[in-house]
């Protein structure tokens, strides 16, 4: 069984930074995109930052050069770096991440339970 665990979430003031770490474990092939994503209660949950296997990035708009994304593939591990935060920031951040299962296998999305970030004063 495939897990997906976040951690580094917290409270942080405003203008502050905080890493986020997410790490797979389990019995599987390859993981290939991953991504972090956002929610607040009663909104759908939004795209933050997507890395590729090969560590081609992508961000959403409003995250661009306040938020970076990398990842460590020998310790399945992706990270989200986040600095000048807002209290506009404050939501729970999931995890994704398209694992393969066996090597032919079509790749599978694979969710954490979120970590909090708050961003207050």
């Known amino acids: 069984q495939v897990q997906v665990v976040e951690s580094g979430g917290g409270l942080v003031q405003p203008g502050g930074s905080l890493r986020l770490s997410c790490a797979a474990s389990?019995?599987?092939?390859?993981?290939?995109?991953m991504g972090w994503y956002r929610q607040v209660p009663g909104k759908q949950r939004e795209l933050v930052a997507t890395?590729?296997?090969?560590?081609?990035?992508d961000y959403a708009d409003s995250m661009k050069g306040r938020f970076a994304i990398s990842r460590d593939n020998a310790k399945n591990t992706v990270y989200l770096q986040m600095n000048s935060l807002n209290p506009e920031d404050t939501a729970v951040y999931f995890c994704?991440?398209?694992?393969?299962?066996?090597?032919?296998?079509?790749?599978?999305?694979?969710w954490g339970q979120g970590t909090q970030v708050t961003v207050s004063s």
């Open positions: 994704n991440a398209e694992i393969q299962g066996n090597r032919f296998d079509r790749a599978s999305p694979c």
């Open positions: 389990g019995s599987f092939w390859s993981i290939l995109d």
């Open positions: 890395i590729t296997r090969d560590g081609t990035t």
